[in-house]
């Protein structure tokens, strides 16, 4: 029967994944340490664990009808509250910084919600798990499956506006499947309608289901500091504006700030207020015709009811074609990885200039440089073990 390694309690792993496969491409090496002998960080990046925390509380928004994701979330982070060996980035800040963040993310996801193809009930499956067989059968990797674990699958109305809009047939369902994996990250998602679609991952996870529907919902942590120019979105209905509506920051006051709709808006200020040369005009008189403008054109509302925090959606329609692809480079992967088993060969790749700059690897610095103290700080060894699914909730940091 075949398998891709046998660990250090002498037993035989067959089921492969994509956070799996990353590791393999990205350094041979590091899969063996990480794979094989069970080298894992330590679980002390508080982006991770304030990932699986937000993660954690929308589930519990959905199978609560809607209710207590916030007190919920409030309840996982503050796990974490006295773990003096969390880092964090310099956008995270610290605890506190953080359980803000969570508290309006969550805020933000409830008045989003409604409008998303992410029904509360039934219709909204959380951490389903998929596995297919790259090569049924064949001897030498027959009985491998890949498998992924999906965030939420959620079955909507064909015509849901936010899907891709096709032509959905009676025969395929009252209701259409779309898988919807969350992310947090330090950075905006791209707005290009249906680039979703093209997420190596959600192809992955389109290969391993057959269901063509994909999605990301994507939250983007922009640190808690308000100032002129800077993007919002509401928390509650102000004047003709929605909870929910994103808005530009034209002033802030003491415990409240004035906003405008869009970034146009915010040049027709500076307008008002006029120019002396190429920089906006300073004097009292100018800064009372920008005072007057707003008065007129802005809104006002306290800062505890807006956040810089921003709610992301994006969903494409993955092709057939594109899918395969996807499955074959799960079926390219396993072959490599049975052939390093079979040939104890796991070549250590890192780079340290563009295009594989690897310097910040941690398994580059605690195995190939040999930090030792980074090692101990950073990395435990866990044995036999084999945590499948282990995913970045990062997708990137500022």
């Not at 996807?326 to 340290?352: D, H, L, S």
């Amino acid at each position: 029967m075949a398998f891709l390694y046998i660990n250090s309690r002498g037993e035989a792993h067959r089921r492969h994944s994509y956070s799996a496969g990353n590791d393999f491409d990205g350094c041979p090496y590091r899969y063996y340490l990480r794979r094989v002998m069970g080298w894992r960080e330590r679980d002390n990046k508080a982006r991770f664990l304030f990932g699986r925390a937000l993660e954690e509380a929308i589930q519990f928004h959905h199978d609560h009808n809607g209710q207590g994701a916030v007190e919920d979330f409030i309840r996982r982070w503050s796990v974490h509250k006295d773990n003096k060996e969390l880092q964090f980035t310099a956008v995270e800040k610290d605890w506190d910084n953080l359980n803000q963040c969570g508290i309006e993310m969550i805020k933000l996801y409830a008045i989003r919600q409604p409008s998303l193809p992410i029904p509360l009930g039934a219709n909204s499956v959380f951490q389903r798990t998929y596995e297919k067989e790259c090569f049924p059968g064949d001897p030498n990797y027959g009985e491998i499956i890949d498998a992924g674990k999906f965030d939420i699958i959620s079955y909507v109305d064909p015509n849901h506006p936010l899907l891709p809009k096709i032509n959905w047939k009676p025969e395929q369902g009252r209701l259409r499947p779309i898988i919807v994996d969350i992310k947090t990250a330090g950075q905006n998602f791209p707005e290009n309608p249906g680039i979703a679609a093209f997420d190596s991952q959600l192809r992955r996870y389109s290969w391993q289901s057959g269901i063509r529907d994909v999605s990301l919902l994507w939250f983007t942590k922009t640190g808690r500091s308000l100032k002129k120019g800077s993007s919002i979105t509401l928390l509650e209905n102000v004047g003709a504006f929605k909870a929910g509506d994103e808005a530009v920051i034209a002033k802030v006051d003491e415990d409240a700030l004035w906003f405008v709709g869009n970034d146009f808006m915010l040049e027709e200020m500076s307008r008002a207020q006029g120019y002396k040369g190429d920089k906006v005009d300073q004097t009292n008189a100018a800064k009372e015709r920008a005072a007057a403008w707003l008065e007129q054109n802005g809104t006002k509302i306290s800062l505890d009811k807006v956040t810089r925090q921003r709610l992301q959606f994006n969903a494409g329609r993955v092709s057939e074609e594109s899918a395969n692809d996807a499955g074959a480079v799960a079926a390219r992967q396993i072959v490599e990885i049975v052939n390093a088993w079979n040939n104890k060969q796991y070549p250590q790749t890192f780079g340290i200039r563009y295009p594989r700059d690897d310097r910040s690897d941690p398994y580059f610095r605690a195995f190939v440089l040999g930090e030792e103290n980074f090692k101990q700080q950073n990395f435990t060894q866990k044995d036999g073990s084999d945590d499948l699914f282990a995913e970045d909730e990062e997708a990137s940091e500022v």
